[in-house]
Structure formats: structure tokens, C-alpha cells
T-cell receptor, first 112, second 113 residues
Framework: GNSVTQMEGPVTLSEEAFLTINCTYT??????LFWYVQYPGEGLQLLLK?????DKGSNKGFEATYRKETTSFHLEKGSVQVSDSAVYFC???????????FGKGITLSVRP | NAGVTQTPKFQVLKTGQSMTLQCAQD?????MSWYRQDPGMGLRLIHY???????DQGEVPNGYNVSRSTTEDFPLRLLSAAPSQTSVYFC????????????FGNGTRLTVT
């Protein structure tokens, strides 16, 4: 079956530090890959996505590249801000009506 | 555009009580789903629907019922609440395409005492 593995958290960084959050997956077929972000007290919202191998998704300074050879979709940002403090979820979907599979999420705290 | 609307935002129940969590979307999305979020567990799928009149079970369906009489609404019913159902519940919807992202409501925080 499908699965998503995220690195263990939480992660605490200083403002302007470089961020990498690891995500690897196991899937049948050719999944679409997503990163979602959850700010305190809110639902999840899409951060970025990639639908085929070597695609790069980007939004709000965050980037992730779909690596089929390593089955990975690591999230990166060159300079984090306090406002990036949130929970980040990696997810995949393999078919039109299939269910989205989520990783366990990782909490990022950015201190001034 | 309201998106996905969940009510109530907070609810406290006693063990054995029943209630319905409401979810409505105004984006004409075919696919709707319910997740629960618990610390250290990520999001777990309870039930989902690929269109009006069609529902199916997710990973953790026991103790919950759903129905989908219209495209817009997808209520989640707790039949006899248990403390193990204390959680934050999220409703989400998307189009039928596998490239389409889920749109989430803001959640219902449920406590069962």
C-alpha cells in the first residue's frame, strides 16, 4: 500500500536559517505529491505540489522536487521567518478517486 | 467564496451521547472526506465520498456514520460517543482529479468526557 514517511520532529530554527524537511514515499503507480501546512488553530492548506518526476513545486519561498529515483519530496526554504512556524505534512495521491495518504507531520518553530 | 465550512468549532459530549458534525462546501467538489487528527498520529481518514449517494470507509470508520445526499453536504455522525473519539475533526473536499489538492475546513475540536 501507499505510505509517506516524514523526518521526526519537532524542529526549532532561528530566523533566516535554512530549512530542510525530509519526506520519502512508497506508492503503486505514479503518485502526485503535496506539501500541506497547518497554522495554529486552522485547517490544513496546500503549500505546493508536483505531479510528475523531476517537477519542482514552489510557493512562498518553499520548494520541493519530485525525485522518482529516491522516492523523495523534501521541502526546503532558504531563509525561514517566524511566520513559517506551523505543522508541515507531506502527502501523496495515486488516482482520481483514491484517498490522500499523509505523513505524520512535523512541527516547525522559528525563533526571532 | 466560503470554501469548506465546518460546524461547530468546539463540542463537549458525555460518553454515550450522539451528535452530528456538519460539513458543507460551495465549490461543487465531487470528493469529500473526514479526517481525525491526534497528536503523534497525523491525519487518519474516517470516511469519504466520491459523489452524492456514494460513501466508503477509510482507515478508522468504527463508531462513525456518514451520508451524502447532496454534493454540498457531508455530515459525520457519532453514534455513541466514547473518550477515544476525543480529537480534532477535519472535513476536506476536492475535485475528482488526482492532481487536485484537498481543501480543508477549520476543524471541530471534540472532547468526550
Amino acid at each position: 500500500g501507499n505510505s509517506v514517511t516524514q523526518m521526526e520532529g519537532p524542529v526549532t530554527l532561528s530566523e533566516e536559517a535554512f530549512l530542510t524537511i525530509n519526506c520519502t514515499y512508497t506508492a503503486t503507480g505514479y503518485p502526485s505529491l503535496f506539501w500541506y501546512v497547518q497554522y495554529p488553530g486552522e485547517g490544513l492548506q496546500l503549500l505546493l505540489k508536483a505531479t510528475k518526476a523531476d517537477d519542482k513545486g514552489s510557493n512562498k519561498g518553499f520548494e520541493a522536487t519530485y525525485r522518482k529515483e529516491t522516492t523523495s519530496f523534501h521541502l526546503e526554504k532558504g531563509s525561514v521567518q517566524v511566520s513559517d512556524s506551523a505543522v508541515y505534512f507531506c502527502a501523496l495521491n495515486t488516482g482520481a478517486n483514491s484517498k490522500l495518504t499523509f505523513g505524520k507531520g512535523i512541527t516547525l518553530s522559528v525563533r526571532p | 467564496n466560503a470554501g469548506v465550512t465546518q460546524t461547530p468549532k468546539f463540542q463537549v459530549l458525555k460518553t454515550g451521547q450522539s451528535m452530528t458534525l456538519q460539513c458543507a462546501q460551495d465549490m461543487n467538489h465531487e470528493y469529500m472526506s473526514w479526517y481525525r487528527q491526534d497528536p503523534g498520529m497525523g491525519l487518519r481518514l474516517i470516511h469519504y465520498s466520491v459523489g452524492a449517494g456514494i460513501t466508503d470507509q477509510g482507515e478508522v470508520p468504527n463508531g462513525y456514520n456518514v451520508s451524502r445526499s447532496t454534493t454540498e453536504d457531508f455530515p459525520l455522525r457519532l453514534l455513541s460517543a466514547a473518550p477515544s473519539q476525543t480529537s480534532v475533526y477535519f472535513c476536506a473536499s476536492r475535485t475528482g482529479s488526482n492532481n487536485s489538492p484537498l481543501h480543508f475546513g477549520n476543524g471541530t475540536r471534540l472532547t468526550v468526557t
